[in-house]
């Protein structure tokens, strides 16, 4: 009865040899140079602060969150692209008729200067 669970058990550790050697292996073979640079906290693209009041630039956040949206966009192309045979011509121009609505969302944000880094 164990013996039908030895698969799952084998695939759990091998799992995790391959999660946990590469760092291990980094960890030890790596360089270890700390410096005030290197141990300084650094978060969302600006410098850490001590207010939570302080008034920062969102312009970071606009591109992170413009970027997760075109990715997620993007990521329905790669099912489509396996199963255009059999979607045939109807499926081709259901996604010709999405990615032009993205190119127009793109245009529309790269005109308002949504893209621009300052």
Request: a negative charge; aromatic letters at 20%.
């Amino acid at each position: 009865m164990l013996s039908n669970y030895f698969p799952v058990l084998l695939f759990i550790l091998v799992g995790l040899a391959v999660g946990f050697g590469p760092m291990l292996v980094g960890w030890i073979l790596g360089p270890h140079r700390p410096d005030a640079e290197k141990l300084s906290p650094f978060e969302c693209g600006f410098e850490a602060f001590e207010d939570a009041r302080m008034k920062f630039d969102v312009r970071y956040y606009l591109v992170a969150i413009l970027f997760i949206l075109f990715d997620l966009e993007i990521a329905f192309l790669f099912p489509w692209a396996v199963v255009l045979e059999e979607l045939g011509t109807f499926g081709f121009w259901a996604m010709v008729m999405f990615l032009a609505i993205l190119v127009v969302g793109f245009v529309y944000e790269w005109m308002k200067g949504a893209l621009e880094w300052e």
